[in-house]
């Protein structure tokens, strides 16, 4: 089993920034994709960006170049650093981890003003 908590989350105005952390815990050997995920109201979840454990990124389009996520794997920490946020980017945000299974955190709130 895995654990998964995010923090960071919260209201910042459009342009501002923002810095999501994930904990994971548990059996963590196994785990090789972290990420993190968005699901905004009336749409459905979608990928925001995921590192490997050897530290491949990758990142949906409309967050390429704003935001860059991290992993420190002797911590099992991945985070996402977010700049020049849209009001576009507000949802609630999910930290993933993946192996065989796939792990979910609780999610946190980003919601950017206009």
């Known amino acids: 089993q895995v654990q998964l908590v995010e923090s960071g989350g919260g209201l910042v105005q459009a342009g501002g920034s923002l810095r999501l952390s994930c904990a994971a815990s548990?059996?963590?050997?196994?785990?090789?994709?972290m990420g993190w995920y968005r699901q905004a109201p009336g749409k459905e979840r979608e990928m925001v960006a995921s590192?490997?454990?050897?530290?491949?990124?990758t990142y949906v389009d409309s967050v390429k170049g704003r935001f860059t996520i991290s992993r420190d794997n002797a911590k099992n920490t991945v985070d996402l650093q977010m700049t020049s946020l849209k009001p576009e980017d507000t949802a609630v945000y999910y930290c993933?981890?993946?192996?065989?299974?796939?792990?979910w955190g609780r999610g946190t709130q980003v919601t950017v003003s206009s």
């Open positions: 993933n981890a993946r192996s065989q299974w796939s792990y």
């Open positions: 590192i490997t454990k050897g530290g491949l990124t």
């Open positions: 548990g059996i963590m050997y196994s785990i090789n994709v």
